[in-house]
C-alpha cells in the first residue's frame, strides 16, 4: 500500500466525519500513565458537541497476519496512555472475530479496526433523510452506520454498530434512530411537541421520571435532550431534539448502562453534525 494513497483516504474518511479537523501525522505523545514516548501515525485533537477529543489511528498494513486481540489489547494501552477517546486500527489483512469483539467490548473507549478498502468505500457514513417537503443530512459517528433502507412507520433510519444490522441492535438495544416531524397547526412548536410527547410517555409509562437538558454545541437552533427513566436500570434512553426552522429533528439512543459514556458521545455527535436541508 502506497503511504500517500493511504494518507489521502485518511484525510478524506476523516474530514467528512470532522470537517475543519487539523490532522497531524508522525506525531510523538509522551505518556500520562507510564512516562513513556509513543509514536502514532496519525493523531486528531477536536472539540466534538462541546467536549475535548482525541482521536488515534494507527496502520497495522506492515503485518502479513490478521491483526488479533494482542494487537487490539496493545493497542487499547496506547489509547489510554494518550486520554485518546477514539482510536482506529487499519489493516489490509483483515482482523480475527475476537479481536472485533475486544475492539467493540470497551466501555470507556471508542475502538474500531478497518479494512483499507472499507475506508476507501466510506460507506453508510452521511445521508439524507427526508419527510415530506423538509429533510436532514446526518452523520453516522465513529464505528457505527446509517441504515435507512427499511420503511418503519416509527423512524426515518437507524444507526448502528457496523457489524450488525436492525434486528441484532435492536435485540442488543444499542443503537439510535431517528426522524422528522413536521410543524403543523396541532403542533406549531417546540415546545408543543416536547409536551405532547410528555403526556403519552406518562400514559404509556406512568412511573417514568423524565429529565430535560438544554444544549448549545455552538448551533443557533435550540437543543434539547432528554431522559427517561423507569425501574430498569440495565438500559437508558435518551434523546437529542433540534428545533428548526419547519420541523423538528430527532434522534433517540438506546443503550446498555454500561456503554452509556462512550455511546453518549455518539448521540451528541449525531445532533451536533445534523444540518437542515439537503446541504452537502
Known amino acids: 500500500?502506497?503511504?500517500?494513497?493511504?494518507?489521502?483516504?485518511?484525510?478524506?474518511?476523516?474530514?467528512?466525519?470532522?470537517?475543519?479537523?487539523?490532522?497531524?501525522?508522525?506525531?510523538?505523545?509522551?505518556?500520562?500513565?507510564?512516562?513513556?514516548?509513543?509514536?502514532?501515525?496519525?493523531?486528531v485533537d477536536k472539540t466534538i458537541a462541546g467536549n475535548?477529543?482525541?482521536?488515534i489511528i494507527d496502520s497495522e498494513s506492515y503485518k502479513d497476519v490478521k491483526i488479533d486481540t494482542k494487537d487490539v489489547e496493545s493497542f487499547v494501552d496506547l489509547l489510554k496512555d494518550c486520554k485518546a477517546q477514539y482510536g482506529l486500527l487499519t489493516t489490509t489483512k483483515g482482523f480475527t472475530?475476537?479481536?472485533?469483539?475486544?475492539?467493540?467490548?470497551?466501555?470507556?473507549?471508542?475502538?474500531?479496526?478497518?479494512?483499507?478498502?472499507?475506508?476507501?468505500?466510506s460507506d453508510g457514513i452521511g445521508v439524507i433523510i427526508q419527510n415530506g417537503n423538509c429533510s436532514a443530512l446526518i452523520t453516522a459517528p465513529f464505528g457505527w452506520v446509517i441504515d435507512k433502507e427499511r420503511?418503519?412507520?416509527?423512524?426515518?433510519?437507524?444507526?448502528?454498530?457496523?457489524?450488525?444490522?436492525?434486528?441484532?441492535a435492536y435485540?442488543?438495544?444499542?443503537?439510535?434512530?431517528?426522524?422528522?416531524?413536521?410543524?403543523?397547526?396541532?403542533?406549531?412548536s417546540f415546545?408543543?411537541?416536547l409536551l405532547d410527547q410528555a403526556n403519552h410517555i406518562k400514559m404509556e409509562f406512568p412511573d417514568s421520571k423524565i429529565e430535560y437538558d438544554t444544549r448549545n454545541f455552538d448551533k443557533v437552533n435550540k437543543i434539547i435532550f432528554r431522559e427517561i427513566t423507569n425501574e430498569n436500570k440495565s438500559h437508558r434512553a435518551i434523546t437529542g431534539f433540534i428545533d428548526f426552522d419547519d420541523f423538528i429533528f430527532y434522534a433517540a439512543l438506546i443503550t446498555p448502562s454500561e456503554f452509556f459514556n462512550k455511546n453518549i458521545r455518539k448521540l451528541e455527535y449525531i445532533i451536533d453534525r445534523t444540518l437542515p436541508g439537503g446541504i452537502m
Not at 151 to 168: C, E, G, M
Open 1 to 43: 500500500m502506497d503511504w500517500k494513497d493511504y494518507e489521502e483516504t485518511i484525510y478524506y474518511y476523516l474530514t467528512w466525519l470532522y470537517p475543519e479537523v487539523q490532522i497531524l501525522y508522525n506525531q510523538k505523545i509522551i505518556g500520562s500513565l507510564s512516562g513513556s514516548n509513543h509514536q502514532v501515525d496519525i493523531l
Open 151 to 168: 420503511n418503519h412507520p416509527d423512524f426515518l433510519a437507524a444507526i448502528y454498530q457496523r457489524d450488525l444490522n436492525i434486528k441484532s
Open 52 to 55: 475535548p477529543t482525541r482521536i
Open 191 to 193: 415546545d408543543d411537541f
Open 171 to 188: 435485540e442488543k438495544r444499542e443503537w439510535i434512530y431517528v426522524n422528522i416531524i413536521l410543524k403543523s397547526e396541532t403542533i406549531n
Open 97 to 121: 472475530e475476537s479481536a472485533i469483539n475486544i475492539a467493540y467490548s470497551r466501555t470507556d473507549i471508542d475502538v474500531d479496526i478497518l479494512d483499507y478498502e472499507t475506508i476507501k468505500q
